[in-house]
């Protein structure tokens, strides 16, 4: 069983719309919780960590339910400038580090 | 500030031959990682760093080495290339173990072995 698993999309939505996405993982000992994010062909780079009480960070908001070991990304007010794949990363232990293969999400004009 | 760098960008190996990727960060970060990423699958640890002369190794290590002689730098050195190392290979740092979540990438090195 993978460690973090995310439906790969892809998610094609119109601009303005909200989106969600969720992601699992397997081990219950995880204890941080990230949202990457990766253009077509770039470098992953940090969108927003997950805290336990959830979190909002302008048009994006991050939840955790460790009973169900699921996080959530929530997009509101959808920009083209948001088309991206979305990585899930869990950390558990010191250092692993496990990321999901990512949610590939298109805003439409 | 530059941030991670990473040469080449684009590499293309015969199998067999050896090279080395480099790495270079100018944040003072202790902490240093090689992944790979591939179709279909996460990113996945090679080897990291916590501290100069502190090495370790990831997930999928075999085939690889690595060295941090200095606290900016962490080449990573492909032994004998196979076509299974045909990936892109990001390098990271963060500040500290402790913040190993929140990572800075490079831009990425694309290698195809053949």
């Known amino acids: 069983r993978k460690e973090v698993e995310q439906d790969p999309g892809p998610f094609n939505v119109p601009e303005g719309a909200t989106v969600a996405f969720n992601c699992t993982y397997s081990n219950s000992a995880s204890q941080s919780f990230f949202w990457y994010r990766q253009d077509c062909r770039k470098e992953p780079k940090l969108l927003m960590s997950?805290?336990?009480s959830g979190n909002e960070d302008g048009r994006f908001t991050a939840q955790l339910n460790r009973a169900s070991q699921y996080i959530s990304l929530l997009i509101r007010d959808s920009k083209l400038s948001d088309s991206a794949t979305y990585l899930c990363?869990?950390?558990?232990?010191?250092?692993?580090?496990?990321f999901g293969t990512g949610t590939r999400l298109t805003v439409i004009p | 500030n530059a941030g991670v760098t990473q040469t080449p960008k684009f590499q293309v190996l015969k199998t067999g031959q050896s090279m080395t990727l480099q790495c270079a960060q100018d944040m003072n970060h202790e902490y240093m990682s090689w992944y790979r990423q591939d179709p279909g699958m996460g990113l996945r640890l090679i080897h990291y760093s916590v501290g100069a002369g502190i090495t370790d190794q990831g997930e999928v290590p075999n085939g690889y080495n690595v060295s941090r002689s200095t606290t900016e730098d962490f080449p990573l050195r492909l032994l004998s290339a196979a076509p299974s190392q045909t990936s892109v290979y990001f390098c990271?740092?963060?500040?500290?173990?402790?913040?190993?979540?929140?990572?800075?990438f490079g831009p990425g090195t694309r290698l195809t072995v053949t």
């Open positions: 997950v805290y336990s």
């Open positions: 990271a740092s963060s500040y500290s173990r402790a913040g190993v979540g929140e990572q800075y």
């Open positions: 990363v869990v950390l558990t232990g010191a250092n692993n580090l496990f």
